[in-house]
């Protein structure tokens, strides 16, 4: 099946401080990527979707400037958080579909620990 | 609004045991894929099982089935021959295809555990 892969896996950073994470389809060309966050015991929750040349659509109550969404290529996507609170610590997971299946293809997420 | 429901929040069962997992969802829509998904402790998301809401035929993948009730809007997974492998956390999804946007809904989860 087909590969999606995320970096880092794990990263700590204070404050203040911005993070990009980036999600790679390594075996297919993505032309919509989607980013979802997961708190401990909790559901995946859609944060935005992520299109090729395009801006990335944000679903409602998702800040567009906290949470920056690059869709450079065919292949990668970045998600940026910026200005980094201990409230962003969560589990971030991307997705990529391959048409014409409609599966998608999770990353293996990134913890994401502010200090 | 389309919604996914999942009411059992916790399940335990034997190995070697058949578990059933619920989930009903609501959309007024008539063409949709639903699925069931498996998170292990790794957090690594898991396809199981896949059905096209326009067959009648329930999906099957070797120890997994559905039953899939679409006038009752239900979408209910069977695990046979449980393995201690199969502890997870399980999330039912709902895909409408109506409006292109490959939008994936997830319940909020069943977390089974498989006693050896």
């Known amino acids: 099946g087909a590969v999606v892969s995320q970096h880092p896996s794990w990263v700590i950073c204070k404050s203040g401080t911005s993070v990009k994470i980036e999600c790679r389809s390594l075996?297919?060309?993505?032309?919509?990527m989607f980013w979802y966050r997961q708190f401990p015991k909790q559901s995946l929750m859609l944060m935005a979707t992520s299109n090729e040349g395009s801006k990335a659509t944000y679903e409602q109550g998702v800040e567009k400037d906290k949470f920056l969404i690059n869709h450079a290529s065919l292949t990668l996507s970045t998600l940026t958080v910026t200005s980094a609170h201990p409230e962003d610590s969560s589990f971030y997971i991307c997705?990529?579909?391959?048409?014409?299946?409609?599966?998608?293809?999770f990353g293996p997420g990134t913890r994401l620990t502010v200090t | 609004a389309q919604t996914v429901t999942q009411s059992q929040p916790e399940m335990s069962v034997q190995e070697a045991e058949t578990v059933t997992l619920s989930c009903t969802y609501d959309t007024s829509e008539n063409n949709y894929y639903l699925f069931w998904y498996k998170q292990p402790p790794s957090r690594q998301m898991i396809l199981v099982i896949r059905?096209?809401?326009?067959?009648?035929q329930n999906a099957t993948e070797n120890r997994f089935s559905v039953n899939f009730q679409k006038a009752a809007k239900s979408f209910s997974l069977k695990i046979s021959d449980s393995q201690l492998g199969d502890t997870a956390m399980y999330f039912c999804?709902?895909?409408?295809?109506?409006?292109?946007?490959?939008?994936?809904?997830f319940g909020k989860g069943t977390r089974l555990h498989i006693l050896p």
């Open positions: 999804a709902f895909m409408n295809l109506e409006n292109r946007d490959d939008k994936i809904i």
């Open positions: 075996d297919f060309q993505a032309t919509t």
């Open positions: 997705s990529a579909g391959q048409p014409p299946t409609y599966e998608q293809y």
């Open positions: 059905q096209e809401a326009y067959k009648q």
